[in-house]
């Protein structure tokens, strides 16, 4: 079973404003304290079930040195650049052409993954990823890892799963059928499926052969695929770069979770206990990072006075010092300086609309 991994790595990361910018977003910054990036450590962790020959990153053509540089070990033409963002489904459309025009003949299973979010039990996450690719070659299979809740989060999406497990030899790690997709939650809502207990949150980490999701693109997203297929026909030519840039002009931006997987019979899902989390947005560092007595957690040239629950990350050059604060995120870099409330973070994104409006681009 030849096994391939598809890394999406073409994300800005706004959230993480003002650290992340447009020139370095969030999968090449250093967010935990292993000291390498989210990519860096999406890429390592997948390695004990994909050879770094078989990984491919998808990304904007901004990034392809920055890919390069983070990760020497992935070869060149496995970076593939869109030239545009589009969303999930163009993204793991485009990166299936270029696996199927490599291996088509082998079929091989195509493992998706977001490349900024953290792991904390590899060992746990390979062994539930393999189980995973061995129920993707079962049938035509769409698999997808689900996070099992630890609170009532009404920021991400939910999966609701059948009862009844199959292949449940293996009771450590079962898989269940899908039975729907749901999208965010109101705080009530999230707190009742938390205590449902068949519903798990949507990782965004898929496994199925490339032979089944292109039946499904075929099916579902017809016009995607006849794109798509007019770019696979073109790689290795010299015609690859002006069919990409035109064809993927005409493909409209979709979800693969919309356009695919609530579209799609097939489906099933493994609950995932192995310390996931998705670094969203400032406050998450707290939660993946050791702190303080007092719950804050600095970085930097820093200094603290009766401070609790604070996230305060400066410069080597520069110190910062915060007194009497309470769940207040301090953020410098060289040439901005963020502070919010931690509970205001998710108006980030607001900001930056606000500077982009006032013809402040250069601080994006």
Sequence with gaps: MKRTALIMAGGKGERFWPESRISLPKQFLHLTDE?????????????????????????????????????????GENIICEPEGKNTAPCIGL??????????????VMIVLPSDHLIKQTDVFIKTLDKACHNACLGDNLVTLGITPTYAE?????????????????????????????????????????????YLWNSGMFVWRISTLRKAFEIHLPDTFKSL????????????????????????????????????????????RFGWDDVGSWPAIARVNETDAKGNLTRGNTVLLD??????????????????????????????????????????????????????????
Aim: hydrophobic share 35%.
């Design 229 to 272: 297929e007019k770019i696979r026909h073109s790689i290795g030519d010299d015609s690859y770069k002006e069919t990409l840039t035109h064809e993927f002009s005409e493909i409209l931006s979709e979800s693969i979770d919309y356009g695919i997987m609530e579209k799609s019979e097939n489906i099933f899902i493994l609950p995932g």
């Design 35 to 75: 000291k390498k990036s989210m990519i860096q450590l999406t890429v390592e962790r997948i390695h004990p079930l994909v050879e770094y020959e078989d990984i491919f990153i998808s990304t904007g053509e901004i990034y392809r040195d920055l890919v390069k540089e983070h990760l020497p070990q992935i070869p």
């Design 154 to 198: 009404t920021g991400y999406g939910y999966i609701r799963f059948e009862n009844d497990a199959v292949n449940d030899h293996d009771s450590d790690i079962p898989v269940y059928p899908v039975r729907e997709f749901v999208e965010k939650p109101d705080k009530v809502t999230a707190l009742k499926y938390l205590n449902d207990g068949r």
């Design 95 to 108: 990166g299936a052409a270029h696996i199927y025009s490599r291996y088509g003949g082998e079929d091989p």
């Design 307 to 364: 401070c609790d629950n604070c996230i305060v990350k400066g410069t080597d050059e520069r110190l910062v010092a915060a007194i009497g604060m309470k769940d207040t995120i301090v953020v410098d870099t060289k040439d901005v300086v963020l502070i919010a409330q931690k509970d205001k973070c998710a108006d980030i994104k607001t900001l930056l609309k606000t500077l982009r409006e006032n013809d402040k681009d250069k601080w994006l």
